[in-house]
C-alpha cells in the first residue's frame, strides 16, 4: 500500500466525484436504460423459475381448441359452455381475458349470461379501445351484471417491447379501471369490492390493512408495478379449453384462481418478457404472472434514485481509492473484485427484491477507473520524464566533473612523469614537486567544491558560514584571472568604492561565485574588451558587480540565463568550453546566504552580474 498525503489523493477524489457526475448524467440516458434493462432480464434468466404454485390455472384457448372449434372470436355458446363447465368445478375465482363488448346472438348471449350467473366470483376484462380516444370495451351489461369486477387488460411493454411491469390503474376518460389480475387478487384477498386504501407509494388491500400487504405501487408512476415473474412461457398449469370442452379435466379446476384465455400462437396476443427467447408470452400468462405476485408478496422494488445516486457516488471514490493507494498484484486483484462486487451486488438486490440499475453502477466503475488511470499513466510518465532529465543532468555533471579534472591531472602526470626519467637538479625537482602538490591540491579543492554544490543543493549540507572580508577575496579572485584575461589582451579592474564590509559567508563557495561570473566575464568577451569588479555597499546589501562590454544578452537569453545546462546559442556555436553549469551554481550559493544574483545586460553592449549579500557587520565606513 502506498502511503499519500491528502494532497495526492485530491486529484483521485476530485475524478471521482466528476466519473460520478458524468456517470449519473449518462445513466439517464436511453441507452443505459435499455443496457440496464438488458442486465435485469438476464439477472430473471440466472435466477431461473419461482416455484409457481398458489392455486393459478390457466384455460387456454389454444391451438388445438381453435382447430377444433374453429377461429377467433370463439363461437359464444362454446364460450357459454366452457364458462359453465368451469364453475361446475367449483375454482376459487374466475378471471376472463376476454373482452365481451360486443353483442352476438341474442341465443348465445343469453346462454353466456346465464353461465357467468353461475355460483363462482367472476373478474371480466376491459380495455381503452385502440383507436378512439378513452372509450372503455366494457362487457355487455347483461355480462357485466354478474361479474364481481371488471378489470383492465393493458400491457405496458417498455421501449424495446419487453413487458416488465403493469399499470395497476388505468385511467381512461372518467373512469379508472385497476389490472385484471390486481381485481382478482382483491377478491382472493379480501372477497369483497371495498376500495383499495391509496397512499403516494402503495396500494393496500383493506383486509390487509393497516400495515399488511402493501403493493409497492407508486402514483406517480400509474401505479407501475414490476413483475416478478415466476419463470418462461407455460410455468403455471395450463388446461386446453378443447379438454374443460370434452368434461376431462373438471377436477383440476376445484379450488383454483382460474384464468381462461387466448394462449393461440396465431391470435397474436404475445408479449415479450425478460424470459422471453423468441417467442413471446400469451397475455392471460401475464395476468397470471401479476397474480401470482401479489399474492406471494415477492415485489421487486425499485431502488430510489437517492440511494442509485449514493452507490454511484461510493462505487467511484472507492475505485479512485483504490486506485490511489494500492498498485501491482493488488490494484489488479482489488479492481477485479469491486468489479465483481459492481455486477454480483444489483444481482444479490434482485434477488432480494430490489431493483437497481446495474449498468448505471457499472458506468462509475469504468469512467472512474478510466480517468484515474489516465491520470496515473501522465503521473507515471511525468516521473520518468523527470527522473530521465535527472539522469541525463548527472550525466552531463560527470562529464563536465571529468572535464575539469582532466587538465590539473595532465599537469600531475606530466611532471611526475619527468621526475621519474630525467636526473634533475635541486631546484628544477623542487619546482616539479611544488607543482605536483598545488596542482593535486586543486584538483582536491575542484572535487570538494563541486560536490559540495551538489550536497547544498540536495539540501543535504549546510553553508560553513564564517565572517569574510569582501576586498581581500575579491581581488585574491582577480589576480588569480589575470593570467587567462591577459592571453586575451582584456583589461581587469578591481574597485571598491571605499566601503569594507565584512559578511557572513561560506568563503570557498563565494569565491567559486564570484570567480565564475569573472572568468565568464573573461571567456565570453572579445579580445581588447575591459571587465571590472566593483564591490560597493547598498543599505544593508553588499553588491558585488562584474560588469563586462562584451556581447550582452537578449531578454529571453536573460530569462533563461539561470537555467541548469543552458548556453546562449553563441555560446553553443562558438569553441568557448562550457556546461552551462555555472550561473545556476552561483545563483543557487547567492540564495543559500540570503541573498540573490542578479543581470541586466544589453545586446552589443554588455553585461552586468550582481552578487547581493546581506552585511553582517559594517567594520569601517568613510
Ligand atoms: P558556461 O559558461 O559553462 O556555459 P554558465 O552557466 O556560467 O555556463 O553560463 C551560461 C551561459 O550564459 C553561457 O554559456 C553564455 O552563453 C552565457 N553567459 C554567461 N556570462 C556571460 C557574459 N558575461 N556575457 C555573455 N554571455 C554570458
Known amino acids: ?229 415466476a419463470g418462461g412461457n407455460e410455468t403455471f398449469p395450463q388446461i386446453s379449453l378443447a379438454t374443460i370442452l370434452n368434461n376431462s379435466a373438471g377436477s383440476q379446476l376445484q379450488g383454483k384462481i382460474v384464468f381462461l384465455g387466448v394462449t393461440a400462437q396465431g391470435a397474436g396476443d404475445r408479449l415479450f418478457t425478460p424470459y422471453s427467447a423468441g417467442i413471446g408470452m400469451a397475455g392471460v400468462e401475464i395476468h397470471a404472472n401479476i397474480l401470482h405476485t401479489l399474492l406471494t408478496g415477492a415485489y421487486l422494488r425499485p431502488a430510489s434514485y437517492a440511494a442509485a445516486s449514493l452507490s454511484v457516488l461510493l462505487i467511484s471514490i472507492l475505485t479512485a481509492l483504490a486506485l490511489a493507494w494500492f498498485q501491482g498484484r493488488w490494484l489488479i486483484l482489488l479492481l477485479a473484485g469491486l468489479g465483481i462486487a459492481v455486477l454480483g451486488v444489483p444481482y444479490g438486490l434482485f434477488r432480494a427484491g430490489i431493483a437497481l440499475p446495474a449498468f448505471s453502477l457499472l458506468l462509475p466503475f469504468g469512467t472512474t477507473v478510466l480517468f484515474c488511470g489516465a491520470y496515473q499513466l501522465l503521473l507515471v510518465r511525468r516521473k520518468w520524464t523527470e527522473s530521465e532529465g535527472k539522469r541525463e543532468r548527472s550525466r552531463r555533471q560527470f562529464e563536465m566533473a571529468a572535464h575539469e579534472i582532466r587538465t590539473p591531472l595532465t599537469a600531475i602526470q606530466g611532471s611526475s612523469e619527468v621526475l621519474r626519467r630525467y636526473n634533475l637538479d635541486d631546484s628544477k625537482r623542487e619546482q616539479m614537486i611544488r607543482l605536483i602538490h598545488e596542482e593535486s591540491q586543486r584538483l582536491g579543492n575542484l572535487v570538494e567544491r563541486f560536490l559540495r554544490v551538489e550536497r547544498l543543493s540536495a539540501g543535504e549540507m549546510e553553508l560553513q558560514r564564517v565572517p569574510v572580508d569582501l576586498p581581500p577575496l575579491l581581488s585574491g579572485v582577480v589576480e588569480r584571472l589575470r593570467p587567462a584575461a591577459e592571453r586575451r589582451a582584456i583589461r581587469l579592474a578591481c574597485e571598491n568604492n571605499g566601503t569594507v564590509a565584512k559578511v557572513l559567508a561560506d568563503r570557498e563557495l563565494l569565491e567559486f561565485a564570484v570567480s565564475n561570473l569573472l572568468t565568464n566575464a573573461v571567456k565570453y568577451c572579445p579580445s581588447g574588451s575591459s571587465v571590472k569588479l566593483v564591490l560597493e555597499r547598498h543599505g544593508k546589501q553588499m553588491q558585488v558587480h562584474v560588469i563586462d562590454n562584451g556581447p550582452g544578452l537578449t531578454p529571453e537569453e536573460r530569462r533563461r540565463i539561470f537555467d541548469r545546462f543552458y548556453r546562449t546559442e553563441a555560446a553553443e556555436r562558438s569553441d568557448v568550453p562550457g556546461f552551462g553549469l555555472g550561473l545556476s551554481i552561483a545563483r543557487e550559493i547567492a540564495l543559500h546566504h540570503g541573498g540573490e544574483l542578479q543581470v541586466e545586460s544589453t545586446p552589443g553592449v554588455g553585461s552586468r552580474f550582481t552578487i547581493c549579500l546581506p552585511i553582517a557587520t559594517v567594520v569601517n565606513s568613510s
Not at 436504460?33 to 384457448?61: C, K, M, T, W
Not at 378512439?132 to 362487457?139: H, I, K, S, V
Not at 376518460?173 to 379480501?190: D, K, P, T
Request: hydrophobic share 45%; proline share 7%; with cysteine.
Open 1 to 229: 500500500m502506498r502511503t499519500k498525503h491528502w494532497q495526492e489523493q485530491f486529484p483521485y477524489l476530485l475524478l471521482a466525484f466528476f466519473s460520478a457526475l458524468l456517470s449519473l448524467f449518462l445513466g439517464w440516458t436511453a441507452y443505459a436504460e435499455r443496457i440496464n434493462n438488458n442486465f435485469y432480464d438476464l439477472y430473471f434468466r440466472q435466477r431461473g423459475p419461482r416455484p409457481s404454485g398458489h392455486g393459478i390455472v390457466i384455460v387456454a384457448i389454444d391451438d388445438a381448441a381453435l382447430a377444433r372449434y374453429g377461429a377467433l372470436p370463439l363461437n359464444r355458446s362454446l364460450l357459454a359452455q366452457a364458462i359453465r363447465k368451469i364453475q361446475q368445478a367449483q375454482p376459487r375465482l374466475l378471471a376472463v381475458d376476454l373482452l365481451l363488448a360486443e353483442p352476438s346472438t341474442a341465443v348465445a348471449d343469453q346462454e353466456l349470461a346465464e353461465a357467468l350467473a353461475g355460483p363462482r366470483p367472476i373478474v371480466l376484462a376491459t380495455a381503452l379501445e385502440a383507436t378512439g380516444e378513452a372509450r372503455w370495451l366494457n362487457p355487455l351489461p347483461e355480462f357485466a351484471r354478474h361479474a364481481a369486477a371488471l378489470g383492465h387488460a393493458h400491457a405496458d411493454p417498455d421501449a424495446d417491447g419487453v413487458n416488465r411491469s403493469v399499470l395497476l390503474a388505468k385511467q381512461g376518460g372518467q373512469q379508472r379501471y385497476w389490472a385484471l389480475a390486481l381485481e382478482c387478487f382483491r377478491i382472493f384477498r379480501a372477497d369483497s369490492s371495498q376500495p383499495f386504501l391509496e397512499t403516494d407509494d402503495a396500494l393496500v388491500v383493506p383486509a390487509d390493512s393497516p400495515a399488511g400487504n402493501q403493493i409497492p405501487a407508486p402514483r406517480r408512476s400509474q401505479r407501475a408495478l414490476l413483475i416478478n415473474y
